[in-house]
């Protein structure tokens, strides 16, 4: 049974930097993607980024691409969201998610941690 736990939210201002992490219990990660959701207050959760264990093939949503980057640590099985440039409009909660297949319809989740960015 794979446990993911994310780290590294908080409360920023618009521009400031934030880097997430998703800590991984498992034995092996190999045949897993891996990836970053969030949801703000009164919207559907949203995918932000994935990567594949093997590989490290990333993929990115239009609304952060150029701004977010998705990594990996394999000794560690940690992901890691480095987030730039951050906006008002990446406030929300921030949870990892995983499974085998990579379209997370049965994926494990995370708690989620919170960002928060201020104008």
């Known amino acids: 049974q794979v446990q993911l736990v994310e780290s590294g939210g908080g409360l920023v201002q618009a521009g400031d930097s934030l880097r997430l992490s998703c800590a991984a219990s498992?034995?092996?990660?190999?045949?897993?993607?891996v990836g970053w959701f969030r949801q703000a207050p009164g919207r559907e959760r949203e995918f932000v980024a994935s990567i594949t264990w093997f590989g490290g093939i990333t993929r990115y949503a239009d609304s952060v691409k150029g701004r977010f980057t998705i990594s990996r640590d394999t000794a560690k099985k940690t992901v890691y969201l480095q987030m730039n440039s951050l906006k008002p409009e990446d406030t929300a909660v921030y949870y990892c998610?995983?499974?085998?297949?990579?379209?997370?319809?049965?994926?494990?989740w995370g708690q989620g941690t919170q960002v928060t960015v201020s104008s």
């Open positions: 998610a995983t499974d085998s297949s990579g379209n997370f319809k049965s994926a494990t």
């Open positions: 498992v034995r092996t990660f190999s045949n897993y993607v």
